[in-house]
């Protein structure tokens, strides 16, 4: 279980010609998925390029599993697919997992735990698939939620993690609107100029290759103060 060479793991030459049967029983021994080969490869890489449907299968059911690490040309397993059916494991895979750990991070938010949300955070698949600015059953995103419970804390790291600040929930309201915090509110109306702060300085460089992650540089958004409160201008 402990061989490697140029090519990967035994996992990776399984991926390759091994049986179904072979493979997992690699997986019970507790071989390691996440290994990569001298290209960059997984065995996941592997498995979905050969379109090995059920080798693909056995992997994305890996607790654990990783399926948005690139390969040297900069690929996940995804995009090597060789047929459509490959793909729509991907997909089913990726779809049941934003569901499950989407309602984690507002379980997190809801009940004020930011260590927990930024933790959710720092595993590189959540990373890439969640979307801090989704909203709850309530049509509110996190930094909505945080906002209104006055929680400093998680309002910073809902814009840490790249919460949209000019986002509007289900009532058509920002996130300014509807906290009645005056330092959460100033919090808020400087948020365009966090991205060129300390503050985004701490995210794992990873969080740039997230199709959900924003950048909050640019904006030229003017603010103004009306009497029945704050609007873009």
């Not at 997986?27 to 001298?38: C, E, K, M």
């Amino acid at each position: 279980v402990s061989y490697r060479s140029q090519f990967g793991t035994l996992l990776h030459l399984a991926a390759s010609f091994g049986s179904s049967q072979l493979f997992g029983e690699l997986l019970a021994a507790g071989i390691d998925v996440t290994v990569q080969s001298a290209d960059g490869s997984t065995a996941l890489h592997v498995a979905s390029k050969l379109g090995r449907h059920d080798i693909v299968e056995q992997l994305l059911g890996v607790e654990g599993i990783d399926d948005t690490v690139r390969d040297n040309e900069g690929q996940t397993a995804m995009d090597v697919a060789k047929t459509r059916q490959i793909a729509s494991l991907f997909e089913y895979a990726r779809n049941i997992h934003q569901i499950r750990k989407t309602k984690e991070m507002h379980a997190y938010v809801h009940r004020g735990q930011v260590e927990g949300l930024l933790g959710l955070f720092r595993v590189d698949r959540n990373r890439y698939l969640l979307d801090i600015n989704s909203c709850d059953i309530a049509g509110d995103p996190p930094l909505h939620v945080a906002a209104r419970q006055g929680n400093v804390e998680m309002v910073e790291a809902c814009l840490r993690l790249g919460a949209d600040p000019f986002l509007k929930n289900r009532k058509g309201k920002l996130a300014v609107e509807v906290a009645r915090d005056d330092a959460i509110k100033s919090l808020l109306l400087e948020a365009p100029m966090v991205a060129g702060s300390s503050v985004t300085s701490s995210l794992p460089a990873a969080a740039a290759q997230s199709p959900h992650a924003i950048r909050l540089e640019g904006y030229l958004a003017k603010w103004t103060n009306y009497a029945e409160g704050y609007r873009k201008r």
